[in-house]
């Protein structure tokens, strides 16, 4: 494909944290960095995510007692995963990576910004209810097509591909420009949902300049 001026590029969590040496590294994350950089080249529109939580966050495994990282457990809006501290609003693991260069990028969404609830989507929070406004702005700009990367493949960048799709638009995921986490087979799940709903799995190669 050759991304048209109806196409928008979501480079999604691409931080410090989730990098090699980061509070939740994503094996080989920092791997994206030099694709996402050359995809971005090709398209007019690109929209950056960050996670960025309160300290003491849900999500975090230190807010439960006697819980520990990578366990779930219940909230009133569902199943968490439980994770390490990470991306703390404001602290230096919440930076996006240093090696991005994306200067073109007209807008940044941060997301899990509430103490209690989580949001591994762009567009929703992990309450289904609360939108982020991501929609209404791609939609406000003409957008009709969202084309994903970032970390991690199984989370951040699947969530928020399955509800671009709900929100009505045509999305593609660069799969080689994502990395996963690899939870108890949380890859092979995020790809079948990802192909249930519609979404296009593209290598970067295929998007042509
Ligand atoms: C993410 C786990 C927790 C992600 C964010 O960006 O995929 N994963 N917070
Ligand atoms: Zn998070």
Redesign the pocket.
Known sequence: MRPAGTDALLV??VQAD?LPGGA?AVPDGDGVVAPINALGRRFAHVVLTQ?WHPPGHA?FAGSHPGRRPFDTVRLPYGEQVL?PE??VQGTPGADLAAGLDLPHAALVIRK?CRAGIDS?SAFREADRATPTGLAGYLRERGITRVVLCG??TD???GWSALDARAAGFAVAVVEDACRG?DLDGSLARTFDALAAAGVERLRAEAIAG
């Open positions: 999604v969590d989730f939740l996670d999500s994770w990470h991306c899990g591994y970390l991690a989370y951040c960048v986490i």
